[in-house]
């Protein structure tokens, strides 16, 4: 068998890490060397509060890169406190930090007090002074010197000035490479196609649920370390953050997501571009656990997110946090599959895991599930085996009438997985009511064990070429 040459993981990548105070464009810098708009910007300080990740390729070398929230004094039980433990964590695994500093604020006392504190940490610096438009912009990076850090690097994120002499910086700066092992030659199977014989890609989950569900605690116990920040306070979580996660079965790639109100509460242009970037990462995942508040039971915005999930054709693992906080445990859990067998009749067989994300019972319940549901919706049937189960779910409840004539349906075939789509055949097929639709996609779900993934039915009529118009 072929060996194919060795990728570095997200662990095997040396890691460069943005910090600097409240403000000073370390998100907008991290787009930059991203290529792409990841972190939420804003001119509010203090937006990014949980550490963001990405792999970045920077002249040549691939790097992970973390955008950091900012630096500033504050007790270590507050907000700020816990989102400064969170970028100094960054900062003792760095291979090297890129120190920010707005350029036309000029050297601030939290400037010279973190720049300190940075050059106690023993990691490699490298000074940069953004904000710096123009001749001004670059005369006032020049008090940067004072910092003792060496050599201001004078950039313009926003404008993208002097990022080629940036990226130039980090590459020289980086850790020697280890050399690729070799690549033998190429296998070919019995038909003569080139074996594939790469792993498969990290199952992408994305967690997702209104404000307090207990998101961010969910994944800091899933990871086994304090990665996100969580608290009592709603709403901690602004920006969707992607982590990867290994067990026993293979990679995941999880992303915490900001929570979800309903629509008429979303005002703040910050929170619209939360929400929004909480959407994209539904749409990207292949699995989605929301996650509810057992103690609060299932609210409607509950159940417009699990339909959203459904719109998209995510399979989606309804987690009930804070289980330890429920008194009558039977009971809350009827309810809440009463209404759920109610109100997502699109979603039957749902599967459901209750846990306590905050002392970690059962918690190690929610990855099997996930994996489980993952199966489902990648499910493929024989084209064999489902029509002859169409025949006998004809021969149990014939097609109805329509507009006084029978409906003629002949086979079904699946068209994909992710989520299972099938196609039905038949003469004026597309005409078929929907509740004889809703007949078929639940025997569907019940005779090939498709809990919970949604399912897709596509109607392609037959014409008839001597029906009257038919075109010769």
Avoid at 137 to 166: N, R, V, Y
Avoid at 187 to 205: A, F, K, S, T
Avoid at 241 to 248: A, G, K
Avoid at 405 to 419: G, H, S
Wanted: with cysteine.
């Amino acid at each position: 068998m072929a060996k194919l040459p060795s990728v570095p993981t997200g662990d095997d990548l040396p890691i460069v890490v943005i910090a600097g105070r409240p403000n000073v464009g370390k998100s907008t810098l991290f787009n930059r060397l991203v290529g792409r708009r990841q972190a939420l910007v804003a001119d509010t300080p203090g937006v990014t509060r949980d550490r963001k990740e990405a792999e970045a390729v920077v002249r040549g070398r691939r790097v992970r890169l973390i955008d950091t929230a900012g630096l500033e004094e504050a007790a270590p039980d507050t907000l700020y406190g816990r989102m400064r433990a969170s970028s100094e964590s960054a900062v003792a695994q760095a291979d090297l930090v890129v120190f920010c500093i707005d350029a036309r604020a000029g050297i601030t006392p939290a400037d010279e007090h973190f720049a300190a504190w940075i050059r106690r940490q023993g990691r490699p610096v490298l000074l940069v002074a953004n904000k710096a438009e123009g001749r001004q912009g670059a005369a006032a990076a020049m008090e940067a010197f004072a910092l003792g850090l060496g050599t201001p690097l004078a950039i313009s994120a926003e404008h993208g000035e002097g990022l080629s002499e940036l990226m130039g910086e980090i590459a020289d700066r980086m850790p020697p490479e280890a050399p690729p092992e070799p690549v033998e030659p190429v296998e070919y199977g019995e038909d003569g196609e080139e074996l594939d014989v790469r792993p498969p890609g990290p199952l992408r989950l994305a967690i997702v649920g209104r404000p307090n569900a207990g998101k961010s605690t969910l994944l800091n116990r899933l990871l086994g370390e304090e990665r996100m920040i969580t608290g009592p306070e709603p709403g901690l979580t602004r920006d969707s953050v992607t982590v990867l996660l290994h067990d026993e079965q293979g990679p995941i790639q999880l992303v915490d997501t900001a929570g979800l109100r309903r629509r008429a509460r979303v005002e703040d242009g910050l929170e619209k571009m939360s929400t929004s970037a909480t959407i994209e990462a539904l749409k990207m995942a292949e699995v989605v656990v929301l996650a509810l508040d057992a103690t609060l039971g299932v609210h409607e915005q509950d159940l417009q997110i699990a339909r959203l999930i459904e719109r998209e054709g995510r399979c989606c693992v309804l987690a009930l946090n804070k289980w330890d906080a429920v008194e009558d445990r039977i009971a809350t859990r009827q309810a809440i599959s009463d209404r759920i067998e109610t109100s997502l009749a699109q979603m039957r067989g749902i599967p459901v895991v209750s846990f306590s994300a905050l002392t970690g019972a059962n918690v190690h319940k929610l990855l099997p599930v996930v994996r489980r549901a993952h199966e489902v919706w990648n499910k493929r049937i024989p084209t064999g085996a489902l029509n002859r189960w169409f025949e006998m779910m004809l021969e149990r409840h014939s097609p109805p009438l329509v507009s006084g004539r029978r409906l003629k349906l002949r086979y079904m075939t699946q068209a994909k997985a992710r989520p299972p789509t099938f196609i039905l055949f038949g003469t004026r097929a597309e005409l078929l009511p929907e509740d004889y639709q809703r007949y078929l996609v639940n025997g569907l779900r019940e005779e090939f064990d498709l809990p919970g993934t949604p399912i897709r039915l596509l109607l392609r009529g037959t014409r008839n070429p001597y029906a009257e118009g038919a075109s010769s």
